[in-house]
């Protein structure tokens, strides 16, 4: 049996529309063991509501692309699954299933293929490597889709960031979420987020956290998205008030996510007050950084 651990992970960081993501230490775990025949699926919490127990399922279609590639093949998959990270959210729990499978596969075949190979299936199976690419790697993670090849700049963060996560306990779509963004934005606004997204990379990278307040502004996406979450402005405003360094929609949402680097109790005290008072369909998770990515926790 193989179990492999997969951080949750966070898109976009306000103006990285894409191509930014960070990885958090929140985990999905999946336990691999090959049978004499056939697919056996087994989900260990309440996303069984969600996820598919057939051969669409994310893990196992991950595992066959990797299988595929390697002309690989096995008889029969058991496949347990513990998702904690919360399905539809905007934190990455597709990506985590599709990196899982990738790691799983590779390492049970004795790992040919290297790491950038499976950056580019989870790419590949899951549209856009924002998510996919901290999955695998940890940190924060800059990364693109240039032709047929990915590009991924990895960079470990400072463990005084702390990533806030306010959770709501309904999902928002990521096709929805999507469907509501513009098909063409301004020259204005391109600049806008180029120059924000630059900056907010070279602080987080740097250790300038004085920067990342300017530096997660948005234009792209953020504006059109939040009138679908509701109470995600109040608590955007209130975050600020609260001591927050930036705040932004996690991914395609509904989760928002704030950075901050002091004060920890007092913040959550804040959003708690707030959350239980005007806002209790929402919860309030405290994470770090995960700076190692997907995991082969154990072997048997």
């Known amino acids: 049996m193989i179990r492999v651990r997969v951080p949750a992970t966070s898109a976009n960081l306000g103006p990285g529309f894409d191509c930014m993501g960070v990885a958090l230490t929140m985990y999905n775990e999946v336990c691999v063991e090959e049978i004499e025949r056939g697919l056996e699926i087994v989900v260990l919490d309440d996303s069984k509501r969600f996820l598919p127990q057939d051969e669409n399922n994310y893990v196992y279609a991950a595992m066959q692309k990797v299988f595929a590639e390697a002309g690989h093949s096995v008889k029969g998959l058991r496949l347990t ?3 904690n990270i919360p399905v539809t959210r905007g934190l990455g729990s597709s990506s985590a299933g599709i990196v899982s499978g990738l790691v799983a596969a590779n390492h049970m075949i004795g790992s040919p293929l290297p790491k950038e190979r499976l950056l580019t299936l989870a790419t590949e199976l899951e549209g856009h490597p924002d998510n ?3 999955a695998l790697y940890g940190g924060f993670v800059v990364s693109v889709q240039d032709h047929k090849r990915v590009y ?3 960079n470990q963060i400072s463990e005084r960031l702390k990533f806030a996560a306010m959770i709501p306990n309904f999902y928002l779509q990521t096709k929805k979420s999507r469907s509501v963004l513009p098909r063409y934005t301004s020259y204005r606004n391109a600049v806008y987020n180029i120059g924000h997204a630059s900056l907010l990379t070279a602080a987080l990278i740097s250790g300038d956290f004085d920067a990342i307040t300017a530096g997660m502004r948005d234009r792209l996406h953020e504006s059109y998205r939040l009138p679908y979450i509701k109470g995600g402005e109040c608590i955007m ?4 008030r609260s001591g927050a360094l930036g ?5 395609a949402g509904p989760t928002i996510i704030s950075v901050i680097d002091r004060n920890y109790n007092g913040f959550e005290t804040s959003m708690n007050n707030l959350i239980r008072t005007r806002l209790n369909n929402w919860s309030f998770k405290l994470f770090s950084v995960d700076n190692g990515g997907a995991k082969i926790m154990e072997e048997n």
């Open 81 to 83: 699954l513990n998702s």
């Open 132 to 134: 996919v690419a901290p």
């Open 152 to 154: 991924a700049c990895k």
């Open 237 to 240: 405003k209130n975050a600020i």
């Open 247 to 251: 705040t932004y929609v996690s991914g």
